[in-house]
């Protein structure tokens, strides 16, 4: 099959929408674009970052999400309290798979739940004594924790419970940060705002915590990762390669991260910014308030590693330009390798992706090294800023989509029919069903790193391993296959 | 009169970003940007127009500053 025209997909978007009402069509009609590679600002083909139509069937999160679970969960020495009923943390414990080193339990906490489990009598009393009791009881736990953070649910916000106050208490009495976050659910249109709320509780609870104390030895090589959860160990093999550049990397933000390392991250040179929407804010807010500048990389596929690496480079002197050059080299034979072996097995496959925060667009690079072509692709929560970078990393006449729901994905796959579906697990099923190969691309389908030439070893492994496995040729029943596939000779009839 | 963070990007071009719209457009020209003072009427790439009375001496980006529409 080859690519779509430009008008055969923009046919396509209208007759995807034909089956809406008019009030839903016009709106959805906004979300959906043919890529046009000319335009300059997204926002005159797309429109993101508005409230999901009710009755539509939608995969975004909640603000609650995106603080616990992307931005303030990965963070590993701090106890994370899910403040208020117990299903929102035990439903999304441990799911994003950011991987960390300690001692689960004693000086790290990541893959466990804190609750309150707010019962009937906590809404309508209150549930702050609970809070107050709660954090006591941790600190006499888990003494080694080296902060905590209440992660306001929804109810918080609707009995107007005073989390500050009680924070700001506890704070005083156990002589460690307790940062409360403001991110109840029902807050703005998606996870999106969970992490400006995050980012914001990060600027006003942490980031000052070391202004004015000179203790730390700052090199003029430091560099923090900021936006990058470490899921599969993603940040680990990021890291190896600064390292190796001769960069000092102080702060990992927020996978395998600690909250002295977050501290620290005011004293260094460059803030490089993996995840862009999780993390601009505070980047922006460290260029304003302590300037120290930041850039956006990509660690997907070596064309975008080396790309990045020299960029990176760029900001430095002479000696990590050199180094720079030398980590690609040295890593060449192993990319060139793992591009021999499987760019035959891929070449020419077509992909669409639908996934949030940075990927829609950094993997891109990392499915053409390998011959592949992303025909169509979408974010869940993205504004227009990254529909901006999107536009050019995109071929022509591809599809865009923004918070699509189940029924126009279905309806885009089965008319494009892409070799590979890249997306979440409520996408995984219903695409593995309809026979067409799948990657859950939120936390790797349980493989991973995906970052650095490491990384792209095993993303170029993964997706072959999807794609050509022979069990989508088993999909249909045996007497439903017509007979020159069937192959099996008939049994004589005496 | 939101609170706008005004930036250089790579190019050196004037960013203007208002954190609670999420929102960043170029700064197209700035009515007074001299070694004295800086502001006045600003447009935006978008068209859109804002004020903010001139600052002087010039402040140095990023900074955040408080604008006003231009069209009120
Ligand atoms: S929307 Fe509210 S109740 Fe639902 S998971 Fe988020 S915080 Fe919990």
Redesign the interface.
Known sequence: MSALTREEAQALIQEVLEVYPEKAKKDRAKHLAVNDQSVEQSKKCIISNRKSLPGVMTVRGCAYAGSKGVVWGPIKDMVHISHGPVGCGAYSRAGRRNYYVGHTGVNTFGTMNFTSDFQEKDIVFGGDKKLDKLISEIETLFPLSKGISVQSECPIGLIGDDIEAVSKKKSKELNKPVVPVRCEGFRGVSQSLGHHIANDAIRDWVIGNRDGDESFQTGPYDVAVIGDYNIGGDAWSSRILLEEMGLRVVAQWSGDGTLSEMELTSKVKLNLIHCYRSMNYISRHMEEKYGIPWMEYNFFGPTKIAESLRKIAAFFDETIQANAEQVIAKYQAEYDAVIAKYRPRLEGKKVMLYVGGLRPRHVIGAYEDLGMEVVGTGYEFAHNDDYDRTIKEMGNATLLYDDITGYEFEEFVKKVKPDLIGSGIKEKYIFQKMGIPFRQMHSWDYSGPYHGYDGFAIFARDMDMTINNPCWKKLQAPWLQSSEQDATPQAASA | MPNV?I?KNDAGDLLF?V?KK???ETISSVELDDSEQWGGAVEL??GSRWYIDPISPPPTF???LRFKRGDD
């Open positions: 963070m930036r970003y954190a999420d929102m960043e790439t978008d990023p900074t955040t």
